[in-house]
């Protein structure tokens, strides 16, 4: 048997899961619908705010850690953040307030040559959405 899903059902579909949102938050919402790539599939053209994600990043360091987390701890790689002359910039740890950025430069960018702070306002939303998937994966 073939189903057909109208738009009206569709946008119903989304209201609601909004709705999952506001109470229970983007975590739950994300498994509700098996991942979080899939609950903004269903949302369609509706962005999540920017601050709710930022404040869900937040709640997690907050409530599963002991003030931050190195991605290596959830066996994560590296979260891309930009590269440029001075070398490879990816987010390796998470704080309550920010990403610490690592940048790794010099030949094949195989050295360490510092890193450096980024509040979580300052990220794209494509990077919050990138960490919030892992975090999700995490929970």
């Known amino acids: ?3 057909i899903i109208t738009e009206e059902q569709l946008n119903n579909a989304s209201k609601s899961i909004i709705d999952l949102i506001d109470r229970e938050g983007i975590i739950t919402a994300s498994k509700f619908v098996s991942g979080y790539y899939n609950l903004k599939e269903i949302l369609g053209d509706y962005e999540i705010p920017k601050q709710l994600k930022i404040d869900t990043i937040k709640n997690y360091i907050d409530t599963k850690t002991d003030g931050g987390i190195h991605l290596g701890e959830l066996d994560e790689e590296p979260i891309p953040y930009y590269e440029d002359s001075d070398g490879y910039h990816h987010i390796e740890y998470l704080s309550y307030s920010s990403a610490i950025v ?5 030949y094949e960018n195989s050295r360490d040559m510092g890193e450096y702070q980024v509040y979580y306002n300052k990220l794209t939303s494509k ?10 994966d995490h929970s």
């Open 1 to 3: 048997m073939k189903y």
């Open 102 to 106: 690592n940048v790794w430069g010099g």
């Open 127 to 136: 990077t919050l959405d990138d960490i919030i998937e892992m975090l999700i």
